[in-house]
């Protein structure tokens, strides 16, 4: 009875898998594609493979998607990494899968990333662009460091179609409209008030509204503080022409993958 038991235990055993080694990589499918993933986010290591081959490595990972619509009908691989840092940095690599090439690589700052509904069953990529943080002095704490630029794939090349979604433009203004309110109550308040006033005027430029009068209202309309409106509407005005620029140039950041 017991030599029985034995045989029919070395038995079972012989057919239950092993158990996996904590060095062996999770496996998720992206299309052809394999992603073999170790580590604990945000300090994962990546590999792209096809069969054999591997098309693509990563490290200081902090997550993976594959998602459809971006690049066509065909799904996206989205690598995020961390850079470190005590207010930085996210870098986006967005992969197209067949045929597989990189389409973007994009330092999108403090924030995440979204996929936003487009057109025709497409779907727009929401990025962050970081280019005021710390703008005019502003610490990072002020500054309006969360400005939404969305791309849209356009027959192959990415282009910055943030004005074709006024939800995520209403939602950037709406972000910075509350810091208004701080305007007069102290300098520190002021300061507050000045990263909120910048980050409004951007975020309604981004909708086609370039006015600074508009946001100087506004100032008055959040703390009731016309005085202290006047002064940092002036502030803005000093910075609007560095503001336009920003805008007319921002898009070729999609162009370098």
């Not at 630029?149 to 203004?173: N, Q």
């Not at 951007?202 to 509204?209: E, K, R, S, T």
Request: charged share 20%; glycine share 10%; proline share 5%.
């Amino acid at each position: 009875m017991r030599s029985r038991m034995i045989r029919v235990l070395l038995a079972l055993a012989i057919a239950l898998p092993l158990p996996a080694s904590a060095d062996s990589p999770a496996r998720v499918t992206c299309g052809p594609l394999t992603i073999l993933t170790t580590g604990q986010s945000p300090d994962q290591n990546v590999r792209v493979v096809k069969g054999p081959e591997v098309l693509a490595a990563a490290a200081g990972v902090m997550d993976v998607q594959c998602a459809s619509g971006f690049t066509g009908p065909a799904p996206a691989l989205f690598i995020t990494m961390y850079t470190g840092g005590e207010h930085c940095c996210n870098v986006l690599e967005v992969y197209a899968v067949d045929p597989f090439r990189r389409v973007l690589r994009y330092d999108n700052g403090v924030a995440g990333w979204t996929l936003h509904g487009a057109a025709r069953g497409t779907v727009a990529l929401v990025l962050n662009d970081g280019h005021f943080d710390g703008y005019g002095g502003l610490s990072h704490s002020y500054s309006p460091a969360e400005i939404p630029l969305v791309a849209c794939d356009r027959g192959g090349t990415l282009v910055d179609c943030t004005r074709e979604f006024p939800d995520v433009i209403k939602s950037c203004v709406g972000l910075y409209v509350d810091a208004l309110g701080y305007a007069g109550n102290n300098p520190e308040d002021d300061v507050a008030a000045e990263g909120g006033a910048l980050g409004t005027y951007a975020c309604q430029l981004l909708g086609g509204q370039d006015s600074v009068d508009a946001v100087e209202q506004a100032i008055v309309r959040e703390s009731g503080n016309a005085t202290a409106a006047r002064r940092i509407a002036a502030w803005v005005r000093t910075h609007a022409a560095d503001v336009r620029q920003w805008l007319a140039v921002r898009g070729a950041r999609l162009l370098s993958p």
